[in-house]
């Protein structure tokens, strides 16, 4: 990315921070609404001593102190002067809620005491003045918050003309205030174009008489008429253009001349009219633009959901105003608000580190933009965290949807919604987000063992001889043990049992065991890469080692939606906390509970299953002398199938989890009770033939020559047999030849492909013998394709020869 660009999209970034400035302050204020009628009492109290104690302030001390108290944002002297609301009023109304209120829990709101009470409250004046001010409030807030919402979400292009007419609007009401600053500054003074025209150097020269305090004013309306000229959105004539400087200084250049008083004071509206007229034709000529801007933007959203849907919609225009990095600029500069206020503060007391963090951190939270603020400080801080775990484990992952710092946002997010972190007391505020923050550290903690599990899972099966990645991985998984620990050790000796603690202590539990039952697997794999034969039992191991972690979750699942439960009851209840612990009982309980009973029933009938088949004898073992055609490993113990195919008991249980068909002919493996396409007496001459001893054909040891593993015992036996078995291979290999082809043919018009393994048998038998005629090289995979077919030939052979019985 060049540094263009970079420059260019900070500058957006910086021109969407105000509109979230905006909003922040309407919501700061309620939108207008009073928290609370006893609100202003404590302002009135407060009144007399303030009067009192204070002279009489000019009307000229606050222009704007009517505005502030009509907002309820100025300070309690100016909120209480303009209040038109007297003591015993506001009593007597108070008095009179409170009767309706203890009538209403009494008597019920039907009984006639709360019928008569509510027609007094009806017909009361000062109640209809306040209803009808904190209407006006609230719809003047609510303009103000719409109008910020939509011009934050504007397109750059239009963000900026609405930045130049806001400017070109600011300029005018500047220019307007420091022309009249200065007309005060030579009110009291001698005429300065005598002293001109008689070149008083000591008084023009001096350094704290009119001209030299009438110089800034005069370079400031210069600057600020040019600057008007350049950005103003209105006609642009060309003698109007150049002459606004001049008429931005005309108030000061005027009011030199001997003129009266009168017309000196009129002299900044009138310089001030020709940019209010150029700012209302831009107005009157914009608006119909703007109203088309937002009927094409409302176009746009409506055909892109249409089309794309609104998830894509959002996450598109959610890139497009870079909403994260605009709310951690604007959460940035109201912390750096908050701290120059504190370092500015008059006090006799210094000022401490700890209390003023804790004031900045109160403050950050204090409105719901102020939280999503510190929600995008905190999501990029757990980004870089993720970053630097998956630098230190030597992998990358780009996904940005599975992202530490997304999931973590969110997560923070919902937390600060749920506990209601924004209506709490400041005190309360700051112990109920140091507790969110703990409960994220152990989700953090959560998201560290799903980025280690995995490389793990991979160092153990790829039997990597890296050592540096082992000890990497292996201090990560320590360190997720020794941190929940830790973090468990502190708080229970610092604070007493609640139901906060107990969702910490169930969270940091849960991630020791799943960090415990990923060390268990990975020196499972371990061992078995190890071992120099095949492990039957390691599939078990794992089965059992993997359902008491997912035991313990689900355990732990149920335990904290109990508490979730209690404490929705009993401390805090709310739609939020309500809403997210019916969607934890659907995903983390119900779905959790139907997916691993699905997984034991599945297992279980898989056991009942490959019960039920017969197992291989050491004799048929090494009659059969090969593979298993799944795993490709030597065979100690086999089951035998209802089509005469061998394989490890291990491996047929989970070829059961995926279908009942035999990986090399597709037949169905068990005995059913449905008899379609078998009768009775096939039933019964498959049982009989089932009781007769294999009988096997020769094999074409030339083909074989990169056959399969064989273990040392066999091996002896086997090396003086080759020779009478060399004897009689050529004619056996012709006939399994020609079943090879048939059978192949047959298989590949009934059956389907289920697996890998399936698959790979009919490729094998065109390369069983080359068109040379030539044996294979004894390769891995020559040597599988060999034994696949082999076991493919002892199949088909069996067949024809029931066939022709």
Known sequence: MSIRTQVLGLVDVMMRVPPIIVIDEILKIGMGVPIQLGASKAYTVESDAIKSSQPDASHSADTFATLKAFFGIGSEDSATTSSPISHRNQAILEHTIENASKSAQASGMLSNNFNNIMDELANDSLLANMLSITTVKFVVCLLGFLCATCIFMLWTRHLVMVYMFLTSLGLTFLSYWSNVSALELMEHSPCILEDLLSLNTTRLLDSGGVIMSLAPHLIAQ??????????????????????????FTSPILLAMLPLPPSIVDKLPVVAGLTPIILTKITLM????????????????????VSNFGLSALIENEWQRLNVPNVLRVFWALRILKGGYTLLTAESDVPL??????????????????????MTGVISMICHYIGRSFQWYLLTYDNDEEKSLGTVSAVLFYILALQTGLTSLAPDKRFVRLCRNLCLLVTALLHFLHNIVSPILMSLSAARNPSRKRHVRALSVCAFLILMPLGLLYYLWTHHSPSTWLLAVTAFSVEVIVKVLVSLATYTLFLLDARRQFFWEKLDDYLYYVRAFGNSVE?????????????????????????????????????????????VFMKRRSAVHKISALPEATPAQLQAFDDVCAICYQEMYSAKITRCRHFFHGVCLRKWLYVQDRCPLC????????????????ADMAAAQQAEEPIHLYPRDEA???????HSPERAAEAAPESGAAGS???????????????STNETAAETRPVAVNSGSHSSSNSSYIPASGQPPPPTATSAAAVATAAASNTTHIFRLSQEQQ
Not at 352 to 373: I, R, S, Y
Not at 577 to 587: D, E, L, Q, T, W
Not at 666 to 681: F, P
Not at 728 to 742: F, G, H, R, Y
Request: aromatic share 12%; glycine share 8%.
């Open 285 to 304: 000529q914009s608006a119909m633009e703007a109203s088309r801007t937002v009927y094409n933007g409302y176009q746009y959203a409506m055909n892109f």
């Open 728 to 742: 009689s291979a050529t004619p056996a290999s012709s006939n399994v030849d020609d079943a090879t082809a048939n």
């Open 703 to 709: 083909n074989n020559a990169g056959g399969a593993r």
């Open 352 to 373: 401490q580190l700890f209390p003023a963090m804790e004031k900045l951190l109160v403050d950050g939270c204090e409105t719901l933009t102020a939280v999503l603020g």
């Open 554 to 598: 689900f355990c732990f699942g149920i335990l904290l939606f109990i508490n979730g439960a209690w404490i929705l009851i009993f401390e805090s209840g709310g739609a939020i906390r309500a809403i997210m612990m019916c969607i934890h009982a659907y995903f983390n309980i119900w779905c959790e509970a139907r997916a691993g009973w699905s």
């Open 222 to 247: 210069w600057v600020m008429g040019m600057l008007f000229a350049y950005i103003h959105l209105g006609p642009r004539f060309g003698l109007l253009q150049k002459s606004m400087p001049i008429i």
């Open 666 to 681: 597709h037949e169905i493996m068990m005995y059913t009770d449905k008899a379609e396409e078998n009768t009775q007496e």
